[in-house]
């Protein structure tokens, strides 16, 4: 579905991402984990069209993504879950989930998403008429995610999605994010929490420095010395 070959990127002069090259099959739950600062989320922008890569290509579908802008990938089935949620705070929960499914394609399914949208987070139908910016970290998260949900993705890229979270916050968050790839969707998770990420994903890439370091399903890396020293405690 999606494959990134010998990406490379830069903000200003600062080259951040060297020759990254990975790819994410139909179904998969895919995690790219590593240290905070490792180029996790550049990817995703990248792959957005928010940051421009300098070089390597970007292919969703069989199609390059090269010289898209942000708002056609979103038309093209892919959907960015931003870390820091990104809400709009003055909004309600439902204007901030209708707002993710502007695109006609999702538009004319909006009513039966958003039925999905509050099974998987009932507490956002409870709170459907409340400003977004007054909701806790947690359910913020939930409506965040549930904003990307709308849009009816074919691929759904989640940016630290577990970030800032009580532990049993975290824990809901990846069952919803589980449960969603079960029925279908094909998910690419950048996480700092490599534990969870590792137990949860098909596969998984480690970034550090801006390379992929390591590649392979979840629990081969479990297992891998590196892994356990760097980033498990172990």
């Not at 600062?14 to 739950?29: D, I, K, P």
């Not at 069209?49 to 708002?71: A, C, N, W």
Request: with cysteine.
């Amino acid at each position: 579905m999606l494959k990134v070959t010998n990406m490379s990127a830069t903000y200003g002069d600062v080259q951040v991402l060297w020759n990254v090259s990975f790819e994410v099959n139909q179904g998969e739950l895919v995690a790219l984990v590593g240290a905070n600062g490792a180029g996790k989320t550049t990817i995703l922008n990248t792959i957005s069209g928010l940051v421009r890569r300098t070089e390597g290509k970007i292919e969703f579908l069989g199609q390059s993504l090269d010289r898209i802008p942000p708002h056609r990938v979103a038309e093209l089935g892919i959907a960015h879950v931003p870390e820091g949620r990104r809400l709009f705070p003055e909004m309600t929960v439902r204007e901030n989930l209708e707002m993710g499914s502007l695109a006609p394609a999702a538009k004319a399914k909006r009513q039966e998403t958003l039925e999905w949208v509050f099974q998987l987070f009932p507490i956002l139908k409870e709170r459907q008429r409340q400003e977004a910016g007054t909701l806790s970290g947690g359910q913020q998260q939930m409506l965040a995610i549930g904003r990307g949900l709308m849009a009816r993705p074919k691929l759904l890229m989640l940016d630290e999605p577990s970030l800032g979270l009580a532990p049993v916050l975290v824990d809901h968050i990846f069952e919803v994010i589980q449960e969603v790839n079960k029925e279908g969707l094909t998910v690419l998770l950048v996480e700092q929490n490599v534990m969870h990420a590792l137990n949860l994903c098909s596969r998984a890439y480690v970034l550090e420095n801006g390379r992929i370091v390591l590649h392979g399903s979840g629990k081969e890396l479990l297992n891998k010395q590196h892994v356990k020293e760097a980033y498990l405690g172990l």
